[in-house]
C-alpha cells in the first residue's frame, strides 16, 4: 500500500508497530484510533510465516509492504484441504456471536475463528447483540467493551439480568488490559477476558475452556423445561 500523505520519520518507524502507539498526536485527535491496527496486522502477516515493513520519508509519503510463503496450486487441480481436528466439536458445534464495532476488528476476528473451525455472527453494537440473542440461541458472545449505542459492560448486565443461570458465557474482547478493567468485567457478569491483539492460541483456549460448559448449560435449561 503507498499513500503521498505526511510520511513518518526515522525516530518514528521503530515505535510504529507497537500496540498503542500514535506517532502524530494530532492525527489521533482528529481521526481517533486506539493504535492497534498495524500491530494487529504484524501479527497476522508474522501468523502465516510472512514478514510486514514500511519505507517512508517525511512530507513525501509511505510504502507498506508484506510478503508471503504462499504456494502455487498446481495445474492439475487444487487440492483438497486438510480437515481441522478440533477439540471443541467434542462438546459442542458451537453457535458464537461477536459484538464488536470496528470493522476491521470484525474482519480480522471473523477470520481467525474460521481458521479455528467456526463461523460467527456479528453485532456492531451491545443494543444489536442483545437484538440478535432473541432471535438465536448462542453457546459463547465475545464482547468489546467501548462501543456506540450500548457499551459491552451494560450489554452483558442486560444478558445476565435477562437469562441469569441460562446465560451463554460473555468473554470480554478489548484493549482494556489493566487489572481494574478485568475486575470491571467479571462485575457485569463476565466469564473471561481476552486482550487485543489476541493470538489464535489465547482465542483457542477460552473456547476450549467455556466449550466445556455448555453441555452442562444446556441440561440446566432441558431440565427447567420440562
Not at 509519503?61 to 467434542?90: K, T
Request: glycine fraction near 8%.
Amino acid at each position: 500500500m503507498k499513500d503521498t500523505g505526511i510520511g513518518i520519520s526515522e525516530e518514528a518507524l521503530s515505535q510504529l508497530f507497537k500496540p498503542f502507539t500514535q506517532v502524530n498526536t494530532t492525527a489521533l485527535r482528529k481521526y481517533g484510533g486506539t493504535g492497534l491496527g498495524l500491530s494487529i496486522c504484524k501479527k497476522l502477516v508474522e501468523m502465516m510465516d510472512g514478514k510486514l515493513w514500511v519505507e517512508s520519508k517525511e512530507a513525501e509519503g509511505s510504502v507498506f509492504n508484506f510478503s508471503l510463503p504462499l504456494q502455487i496450486a498446481s495445474s492439475d487441480g487444487i487440492d483438497e484441504a486438510p480437515v481441522i481436528s478440533n477439540e471443541v466439536y467434542q462438546y459442542h458445534p458451537l453457535n458464537i456471536l461477536l459484538a464488536e464495532d470496528n470493522k476491521m476488528n470484525q474482519l480480522i476476528a471473523g477470520k481467525t475463528f474460521k481458521k479455528i473451525g467456526y463461523d460467527i455472527d456479528i453485532a456492531d453494537n451491545g443494543k444489536i447483540a442483545l437484538e440478535m440473542l432473541e432471535k438465536k440461541a448462542y453457546d459463547l458472545v465475545f464482547m468489546d467493551i467501548q462501543m456506540p449505542e450500548m457499551d459491552g459492560l451494560e450489554a452483558a448486565r442486560h444478558i445476565m439480568e435477562k437469562y441469569k443461570d441460562s446465560a451463554p458465557p460473555i468473554i470480554a474482547m478489548t484493549a482494556n488490559v489493566l487489572s481494574e478493567d478485568e475486575q470491571e468485567c467479571k462485575l457485569a457478569g463476565m466469564k473471561d477476558f481476552v486482550s487485543k491483539p489476541f493470538t489464535i492460541e489465547r482465542l483457542e483456549k477460552v473456547i476450549l475452556k467455556w466449550g466445556g460448559q455448555i453441555e452442562k448449560v444446556l441440561d440446566r435449561v432441558d431440565h427447567d423445561r420440562e
